[in-house]
C-alpha cells in the first residue's frame, strides 16, 4: 500500500469500517512509513480532543438578547439571508437538462413500441399427439415406474436382451419350444 492510498481510506481506517484485509494492511504501511504514522497519530489525537470536550450551553437569555442585537440593527446593515436571488443556469446546464428530456423521451417511444401489439398475424397452429404405440407406452411405463422405488435396471436388461433371445427361439405351429415352459 502506498501513502496516497493510505490517505484515502484513512477516515474508513478511523471509523472502523474497513474489511479485514484492508485494515491488515493499513496497519502495516503504519508501521512502515514514519510520516503516515505520525499523521495519523496528530489525527487520533485531535479526534480524542474534540470527544472529550463539553457541550457548550448558551446562557438562558441568549435567545432574548441575540433577537435584540438583531432588531437593533439598521436595514442597511441587515442581511437578508433568506430572500431568493435571481439564479440562469449556466449552458453546460441547459444542454444536459434538454439532453435529459430527450433521452426520456425516446425511452418512451421505444418502451411504447415495445409493448404495442405487433402487426403481423400468426396463423394458427393445430398440434395433435401421435397414436400411442407399444414402444411408446414401454417408454411411459418405465418412466412411471422410476418415482415409485421399483427396481428398473433388471428390466433395462431384460427389454434389451429380448430382441435376441426371440430371435434364437424357433417357433413351431404356436408352440413354445420344450426348453421355454
Same mark, same amino acid.
Given at each position: ?29 503504519? #508501521?512502515?512509513?514514519?510520516?503516515? #504514522? ?37 436595514? $442597511? $446593515? ?14 453546460? @446546464? ?15 417511444? $421505444? ?11 400468426? &396463423?394458427? #397452429? ?11 407406452? #414401454?417408454? /411411459? ?8 422405488? &421399483?427396481?428398473?435396471?433388471? /428390466? ?10 426371440? /430371435? ?6 404356436? $408352440?413354445?419350444?420344450?426348453? @421355454?415352459?
Amino acid at each position: 500500500m502506498d501513502c496516497r492510498e493510505f490517505q484515502n481510506n484513512h477516515v474508513a481506517y478511523v471509523d472502523d469500517l474497513l474489511s479485514a484485509v484492508k485494515m491488515d494492511a493499513m496497519q502495516q504501511h503504519l #508501521a512502515e512509513c514514519a510520516r503516515c #504514522a505520525r499523521k495519523d497519530t496528530s489525527i487520533r489525537r485531535s479526534l480524542f480532543l474534540v470527544r472529550n470536550l463539553k457541550p457548550i450551553e448558551p446562557s438562558a437569555d441568549f435567545m432574548a438578547r441575540l433577537n435584540a442585537r438583531l432588531e437593533s440593527l439598521e436595514p $442597511e $446593515e441587515r442581511v437578508d439571508v433568506v430572500s431568493p436571488r435571481l439564479y440562469w443556469p449556466s449552458a453546460g @446546464t441547459l444542454a444536459a437538462f434538454a439532453a435529459g428530456v430527450v433521452a426520456v423521451a425516446y425511452m418512451s417511444v $421505444e418502451t411504447s413500441r415495445y409493448f404495442a401489439p405487433g402487426y403481423e398475424q400468426l &396463423i394458427p #397452429a393445430v398440434a395433435s399427439l401421435p397414436e400411442p404405440t407399444a414402444e411408446s407406452m #414401454a417408454n /411411459a411405463a418405465f418412466v412411471a415406474s422410476v418415482p415409485t422405488g &421399483i427396481p428398473v435396471w433388471p /428390466a433395462v436388461l431384460m427389454v434389451g436382451q429380448s430382441p435376441m433371445r426371440f /430371435a434364437s427361439l424357433d417357433f413351431h405351429d404356436g $408352440e413354445l419350444p420344450s426348453n @421355454t415352459r
